[in-house]
């Protein structure tokens, strides 16, 4: 059942039939855990002490432990009919196999993607704090340093990473520095040789004197791509950004296409995993990792996407202030979801309008496209885990918001659940230990406290990806949360409770 889950877990795109029969089959999984749970705990206690006190723990407990055992084997009697139950249920229905596809919808990634090129050509004037930064990469790029470096970009999803490359890579400085340049967007998936195809084409379309890109490009494979490529640029200077990586192996992959002939060429990367940004990659490298936007920028942004029809100085009405600096605050200083709300929010011009929304942004609930959209980009991060993970991320949204988990109380929860996987030669905290890093490493929680040595001592989690856990958790089961905002509902089943109170 297990790896029938993991397995439906990779796949995307589940038709509604092959949705409930997952959850059929996660309901099953679940009960037999807890038979198994119990009887594990009534045989334990049947086991310890000494081997008289086991003599006399049986004789006593003997009627008692029958009933149990005989409760326990109806269960699995049970179980066992169910069980049968649930292919013929699936072949009556006409959903016999998982058939989604490993990955989201073709559309879907199309706009992911497309959404991600638009941060491209985000105008000036509609940013705030970043020339700071926008200035330190310019100056890794044109330090004049003439072996090939490696700049990374390092945030969370949605963070401005590609509005921040983006607005460094255009700027005159770096246009004049180099001999020629090419961005090319990576994502998740992506095919080798369709990538030197885009570099190719990028490369010769953005000289000035707009060189014909070889026409048989599209025949042509991987060895052939690769001469052009290098034979192009050995004599240049030039600069690469490859946004939005996922993989590391992404760099084994390109490397050989990118000569290093000590001309001061760069290549500039974004990515949501910080494993890949601080790999060295056998260069001199620079890591970036991207702040979220200060109290004052947020308002900024804020101001400027839901003020901008209905006030020419985009300033917040004043009646509107306190539920406008409460909106903002949700955000977490996260600017696609600034972007997003401000969005919404300047299509509602009466207070009324603005306190509900205050009142229920619930983001996981609410049926709003911008903040479909924002959803769908932050839960690309999510999606890319592995299945342990999954679970490991899901469990931190029991924690009420802004909580500070500690990293051992954490480790020993995720051990007690089971969610560890045994590996030889490797205790269960240091693997455990290993998620967290991974977790840390893809920005999915943020290390608040680091002892001495760097390793983290205390994380949370980021009030949206909490939110994206809650949602998900909540249709999985997997876990529910009653902070008093919502009636608890008698039904639910899911398999950890959550109660969060304020006194
Ligand atoms: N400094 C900024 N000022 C104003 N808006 C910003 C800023 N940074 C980002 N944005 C806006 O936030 C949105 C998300 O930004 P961007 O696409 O650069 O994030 P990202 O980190 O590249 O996300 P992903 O991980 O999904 O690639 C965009 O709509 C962009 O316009
Ligand atoms: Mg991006």
């Not at 340049?181 to 010769?204: G, N, P």
């Not at 300033?315 to 979801?337: F, H, M, T, Y």
Request: with cysteine; net charge neutral; glycine share 6%.
């Amino acid at each position: 059942m297990q790896s029938f889950l993991e397995v439906a877990d990779g796949k995307r795109a589940l038709t509604e039939g092959e949705k409930s029969w997952v959850a059929d089959v996660r309901e099953m999984a679940y009960n037999v855990e807890d038979i198994i749970d119990e009887f594990m705990y009534r045989m334990r206690r049947e086991q310890s002490g000494g081997r008289l006190t086991r003599l006399f723990y049986k004789t006593i407990h003997f009627p008692k432990n029958l009933w149990v055992r005989h409760r326990i084997a109806t269960k699995l009697q049970k179980i066992k009919r169910m069980i049968k139950d649930i292919p013929e249920r699936s072949q009556r229905y006409g959903v016999d196999h998982i058939e989604g596809t490993s990955t989201c919808h073709d559309d879907q990634k199309r706009w992911v993607q497309n959404h991600g090129e638009s941060s491209l050509f985000v105008k000036d004037e509609d940013l705030v704090g970043i020339e700071d930064d926008r200035q330190l990469l310019v100056r890794w790029l044109t330090d004049g340093e003439p072996q090939r470096a490696v700049i990374s970009v390092v945030g969370m999803g949605g963070s401005g990473k590609t509005t921040l490359v983006a607005k460094a890579y255009k700027c005159e400085t770096v246009e004049r520095h180099f001999n020629c340049c090419a961005w090319i967007t990576v994502s998740q998936t992506y095919d080798i040789e369709d990538l030197l195809r885009s570099m190719i084409k990028e490369f010769y379309l953005a000289t000035k004197e707009k060189e014909a890109v070889p026409i048989d490009l599209s025949t042509m494979r991987y060895k052939q791509l690769l001469e052009i490529l290098v034979n192009y640029l050995r004599p240049k200077r030039y600069v690469v950004v490859l946004d939005d990586v996922w993989s590391g192996d992404l760099w084994r992959d390109l490397n050989v296409s990118l000569p290093d002939e000590r001309n001061g060429s760069r290549v500039m990367l974004t990515t949501r995993n910080g494993d890949i940004g601080s790999s060295s990659f056998g260069v001199k490298s620079h890591v970036h990792h991207l702040q979220p936007l200060g109290k004052k920028e947020a308002w900024g942004l804020f101001c400027m996407k839901a003020f901008s029809s209905s006030s020419p100085n985009r300033s917040c009405p004043q009646e509107l202030k306190i539920i406008a600096l409460e909106l903002v605050e949700k955000c977490k200083g996260l600017p696609l979801a600034i972007v997003a709300l401000g969005g919404l929010m300047s299509s509602k011009s009466l207070e009324s309008e603005w306190s509900r929304v205050c009142n229920s942004l619930n983001w996981h609930l609410s049926n709003n496209t911008e903040l479909d959209r924002m959803k769908t980009i932050l839960l690309l991060s999510f999606n890319d885990l592995s299945y342990r993970l999954k679970r490991c991320f899901l469990y931190c949204c029991l924690f009420p918001e802004d909580f500070l988990i500690r990293r051992k109380r954490l480790i020993r929860l995720w051990m007690a659940e089971g969610f560890v996987e045994k590996i030889k030669g490797i205790t269960p905290e240091e693997v455990a230990e290993d998620c967290l890093m991974q977790l840390v490493c893809r920005n999915m929680l943020q290390v608040v406290e680091r002892n001495p040595a760097g390793r983290p001592k205390s994380c949370k989690m980021h009030d949206l990806m909490r939110e994206l856990a809650l949602s998900t958790s909540e249709t999985e089961k997997f876990c529910a949360v009653y902070d008093g905002q919502e009636e608890a509902s008698e039904e639910s089943t899911a398999r950890r409770l959550s109660v969060q109170t304020s006194d």
